[in-house]
Nanobody, 121 residues
Framework: QVQLVESGGGWVQPGGSLRLSCTVS????????MGWYRQAPGKQRELVAS???????NYADSVKGRFTISRDNAKNTVWLQMNSLKPEDTAVYYC???????????????WGQGTQVTVSS
């Protein structure tokens, strides 16, 4: 079964940095897209950053210039480097992997368990 394992969350002061990582196991196929979502208490889950297997990236406006997503297709791993963290970045961060099969018109989504990121003094 496909599993996503996340790590790197923690507690950091404003202006600090954290690096999240997510590794996909149980799949021999490269995921078409991988990324990070986050959800704060009382808010909906939102896309933070994503990257396709071809290297195209997408960032939420609130994190542009501060966060950087990277990916190693061979290792099926995605990272999120978070710099200049703000209290409003506090949330549970979830890794996501997506695969679309054009021939069968099928889509698959997988989610990690989530890792807590807390930014406070």
């Amino acid at each position: 079964q496909v599993q996503l394992v996340e790590s790197g969350g923690g507690w950091v002061q404003p202006g600090g940095s954290l690096r999240l990582s997510c590794t996909v196991s149980g799949s021999r196929f490269t995921m078409d897209a991988m990324g990070w979502y986050r959800q704060a208490p009382g808010k909906q889950r939102e896309l933070v950053a994503s990257m396709t297997s071809g290297g195209n990236t997408n960032y939420a406006d609130s994190v542009k210039g501060r966060f950087t997503i990277s990916r190693d297709n061979a290792k099926n791993t995605v990272w999120l480097q978070m710099n200049s963290l703000k209290p409003e970045d506090t949330a549970v961060y979830y890794c996501n992997a997506h695969r679309a099969l054009i021939f069968t018109q099928s889509e698959y989504d997988y989610w990690g368990q989530g890792t807590q990121v807390t930014v406070s003094s």
